[in-house]
């Protein structure tokens, strides 16, 4: 008798939008080959708790409609410490190295895996893939991150649907800096990438876009907001990178101290000085939610298919990515060696943007 294929698949790092429909994805895709599939609960903590943290998942769990639901059904982690875990009785208890390895090792033979799906960003990917060879199971990536920065890939999932998210901010933003006659400064998440700030910006009409990847100076864009002035412009848009630096090469820090925050109170306090009606906005974790766009499903799905593509065809330690309007796959080692994907500052959506007279910080 042919034993059943099981698989798990979990999520880890920050949540986006689009990855309930790769939850959803992967197991269509595997119950379709007649596998079973587990959905392993706030990432790899679902294996390391005792008792596990798991659901098996079947096309029931879909009947409400989790897949078009930011978030993810399955729980993420993306600062906690995997030496503490819970325990039944609700207390928590110290766990080494080595318990959590052979925890993890325990827990995929008991629920029989042979293969985890990671959906999470390469960091999460390269641990987990560790805990995987010890266990002796295939892991399997899926890149999502907002920030759309993954090495090798032309687009992660959640990216479209926060750039629709920023969009729409700065539909609203707009209307109530025209009718107050002003700046609109519009801080936007991204860490040390400009994507969602430069494509939102562009989609959202924007008067500037300030990205890590691009020197600017404050002069360059008080000059911009002047000459939009003395042309008729009595608003703006300015929409700035959280992970920018102030032009004397200072970071701002959100309250945790962790993550990047704040850098719009710079830029509303120095052109309030210049004599602008200005207000910041920090649009936050808001853009990490909501239903995810079309191309976010379209992304999830077919990433989930080529991930159980993969699984089916014995391959190991294989990240999928979105190249030239298709779906391939990397190994990890090469994922890890190549750097993340900055903005490009010569590439084609920088040139839009100049194009159309959005000012993206000083050209050489
Ligand atoms: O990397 C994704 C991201 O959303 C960044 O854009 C942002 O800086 C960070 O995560 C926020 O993380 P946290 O969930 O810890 O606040």
Not at 80 to 101: C, I, R, S, W
Not at 141 to 151: E, F, L, Q, R
Request: hydrophobic share 40%; glycine share 12%; with cysteine.
């Amino acid at each position: 008798m042919t034993q059943v294929k099981r698989i798990g698949v979990l999520t880890s790092g920050g949540d986006c939008s689009g990855l309930n429909t790769a939850i959803r994805a992967v197991t269509f895709g595997a119950l379709t080959k007649g596998w079973e599939v587990f959905g392993i609960h706030n990432a790899t903590d679902g294996l390391f708790s005792r008792p596990m943290n798991y659901r098996r998942l079947t096309m029931a769990d879909f009947e409400f409609p989790y897949a078009t639901l930011g978030g993810t059904m399955l729980g993420t982690n993306n600062s906690g410490n995997p030496h503490v875990q819970m325990k039944a009785d609700g207390t928590t208890e110290e766990v080494t190295t080595e318990e959590l390895y052979q925890r993890f090792k325990d827990g995929v033979q008991e629920l029989g895996l042979s293969a985890l799906v990671v959906i999470g960003g390469d960091g999460s990917m390269a641990l987990v893939s560790k805990y995987c060879q010890h266990a002796g199971i295939s892991m399997i990536g899926i890149p999502k991150t907002i920030d759309n920065d993954a090495p090798c890939t032309q687009q992660a999932i959640g990216f479209a649907t926060a750039r629709s998210v920023v969009m729409d901010a700065l539909d609203k933003l707009d209307t109530t800096a025209a009718s107050h006659h002003r700046v609109m400064v519009v801080e936007v998440m991204g860490r040390g990438a400009g994507h969602l700030a430069l494509e939102a910006a562009i989609a959202g009409f924007a008067d500037a876009a300030l990205i890590p990847e691009i020197p600017y100076t404050y002069e360059g864009l008080l000059a911009h907001l002047k000459h939009g002035q003395a042309a008729g412009k009595k608003h703006a848009l300015v929409v700035v990178a959280e992970g920018l630096k102030t032009p004397d090469g200072k970071h701002h820090f959100a309250g945790n101290g962790r993550t990047y925050g704040g850098i719009s109170g710079y830029f509303e306090e120095r052109l309030r000085e210049d004599g602008f009606n200005v207000r910041a906005n920090i649009l936050g974790h808001v853009q990490r939610a909501g239903t995810p766009v079309a191309s976010d499903r379209l992304l999830a799905s077919a990433f989930a298919v080529r991930a159980i593509e993969l699984i089916a065809d014995g391959q190991n330690n294989r990240v999928v990515a979105w190249e030239n309007g298709k779906v391939t796959d990397f190994d990890l080692s090469y994922i890890l060696k190549v750097a993340n994907s900055p903005v490009d500052p010569n590439g084609a959506m920088v040139r839009v943007a100049r194009s159309l007279g959005i000012y993206v910080g000083n050209e050489k």
